[in-house]
């Protein structure tokens, strides 16, 4: 149980487009969903949480209008990366929990994002 | 949420139990220990976590001081695919329910 599907797991494209990356869970419903950036040789850095319904909160330094998050129902949430340029190129990865309590965080497998 | 102190790396013997050690010298008394591993080049993976007790399942044990400052994850039978960073984080579980990953123990388990 508790897998989170993430989409694409790679993808490459010309600096100045636009990146759609989906979330989902599968098997549960996650009122809380989060992203996360990783640079080689880094840990991971969240970027942004995102509560089905309402408008994602940031971290400090994250620009929202550069990633937009949607999380328009309980197992689905998306991060658009808009007008992308290579200082862009990361490795994206969300996460999922079900409500209540302790609930683990399950994690996607990630998305390699290259831009030329 | 209290930081935490592992080492950097570690090696462990094919077959043999991994001993993954945890500080987490300020935990608080609603805080629990989460471990995660994180496989090159995926996404971090769920394994276990604990309040006070001993916790158990099909990957690994959790074993948690009595005064909760420190902890180890134990995989009883390392094979390969346990080659990993492991990250233990300890998490309060109110509030944004944000992780925050430090830097891990890279286990490298060797034939």
């Known amino acids: 149980g508790a897998v989170v599907s993430q989409h694409p797991s790679w993808v490459i494209c010309k600096s100045g487009t636009s990146v759609k990356i989906e979330c989902r869970s599968l098997d549960f419903q996650a009122t809380t969903m989060f992203w996360y950036r990783q640079f080689p040789k880094q840990s991971l850095m969240l970027m942004a949480t995102?509560?089905?319904?309402?408008?994602?909160?940031?971290e400090q330094g994250v620009e929202k209008d550069k990633f937009l998050i949607n999380h328009a129902s309980l197992t689905l949430s998306t991060l658009t990366v808009t007008s992308a340029h290579p200082e862009d190129s990361s490795f994206y990865i969300c996460?999922?929990?079900?409500?209540?309590?302790?609930?683990?965080?399950?994690f996607g497998d990630g998305t390699r994002l290259s831009i030329l | 949420d209290a930081k935490t102190t592992q080492p950097p790396s570690m090696d462990c013997a094919e077959g043999r139990a991994a001993n993954l050690p945890c500080n987490h010298s300020t935990i608080s008394g609603n805080e629990y220990v989460y471990w995660y591993r994180q496989i090159h080049s995926q996404g971090p993976q769920y394994i276990i976590h604990?309040?006070?007790n001993n916790e158990t399942n099909e990957m690994a044990s959790l074993i948690i001081t009595e005064d909760r400052k420190s902890s180890t994850l134990i995989l009883p039978h390392a094979t390969l695919r346990d080659t990993a960073v492991y990250y233990c984080?300890?998490?309060?579980?109110?509030?944004?329910?944000?992780?925050?990953f430090g830097k891990g123990t890279k286990l490298s388990v060797i034939p």
């Open positions: 984080i300890v998490y309060s579980g109110a509030g944004s329910y944000q992780l925050t």
């Open positions: 604990g309040l006070k």
């Open positions: 996460s999922a929990r079900a409500p209540g309590g302790y609930q683990p965080q399950h």
């Open positions: 995102s509560n089905e319904g309402s408008k994602a909160t940031y």
